[in-house]
């Protein structure tokens, strides 16, 4: 297997989804090719940072309020019917 | 090519159980769907946007949208990946609306990034999370995310973030399943050589080669 090979399976490898004789070839690949094996390690723990991380989270009282701002316009969409958009 | 992820039939969700409570008027059933995915919303539209307050305009707008069209809603998909879609919409609209100009083809993207390989002798070590305390961490996923193309962030969000299937993501997003994969694969590739800058930066004013 090549490194572009590799690369190109890379997402799937990663994601577990890979049939065994595929995921076999590239865990071979892996045992002996040192930049993949980084590559590969980097992009892991890339996916892993941004997973555990808390960019962007709504605090609670923001939260409170946008749940009270929508649920009083959905109220008044109920009243005033179906608007067209 | 591997089959992936199928679809497994599942009885009733809890979610639809809400979904249908809600179809039917009642609204606390509604405001628990709100309050179940409020945070994801905010969090994709923060993410597309890049802008506090457009995110939170996401988050109202894309609520009362689901509500209003609620009676459309099929149940053919998962309620939240419908949701997630018109909030996908309802962002791209801000940004597009900011930033007319910056309307680029993704595909155009894909085909001109490089597709060199990366080369790397070392691998990040420490690991990241002890080099830099969480307010450096966070400064610097940030910068990175967001020098991402908009529509290579939104996969990203997507999948690695928020947790949509691949299919999922392609339903979301309109898209088809391998351009969801190309695009994951380039934005995975791009977020880690933009944040081996950092990490590596880090390690040779350290001393390392």
């Known amino acids: ?85 | 090519m591997s089959t992936i992820q199928p679809n497994i039939e599942q009885p009733v969700s809890e979610e639809m159980q809400l979904v249908r409570r809600a179809k039917r008027g009642d609204d606390s059933a509604f405001e628990e769907l709100v309050r179940r995915y409020d945070r994801n919303v905010f969090r994709i539209a923060q993410h597309i946007t890049q802008n506090r307050e457009d995110a939170e305009d996401v988050v109202q707008e894309a609520f009362l949208k689901a509500y209003g069209n609620l009676a459309k809603f099929q149940e053919q998909s998962k309620f939240y990946t419908w949701l997630v879609r018109i909030a996908v919409n309802e962002a791209l609209m801000k940004l597009r609306r900011r930033k007319p100009e910056r309307t680029v083809s993704l595909d155009e993207e894909v085909k001109t990034e490089d597709d060199s390989l990366p080369r790397e002798v070392a691998d990040w070590s420490p690991n990241p999370e002890q080099m830099y305390n969480q307010a450096e961490l966070r400064d610097i996923l940030t910068r990175t995310i967001q020098g991402l193309p908009e529509g290579f962030r939104t996969v990203f969000v997507l999948r690695d973030k928020e947790g949509l299937s691949t299919e999922e993501t392609a339903e979301a997003l309109g898209l088809s399943i391998p351009a969801v994969k190309s695009r994951l694969l380039r934005a995975r590739l791009q977020l880690r050589e933009r944040l081996n800058r950092y990490f590596r930066k880090r390690a040779s004013g350290d001393g390392d080669q």
Not at chain 1, 14 to 26: C, N, P, Q, Y
Not at chain 1, 28 to 54: F, G, M, P, Q
Not at chain 1, 59 to 83: N, V
């Open chain 1, 1 to 85: 297997m090549k490194c572009s090979e590799f690369l190109n399976e890379l997402t799937n490898y990663l994601d577990g989804v890979l049939d065994a004789r595929t995921k076999s070839e590239l865990d071979d690949h892996l045992a002996w090719c040192h930049n993949c094996y980084v590559v590969c390690d980097t992009t892991r723990k890339t996916i892993e940072i941004y997973r555990d991380s808390e960019l962007y989270e709504l605090p609670d009282d923001l939260r409170t309020r946008l749940r009270s701002a929508i649920m009083t316009k959905c109220s008044e969409h109920k009243k005033s019917g179906p608007a067209s958009s």
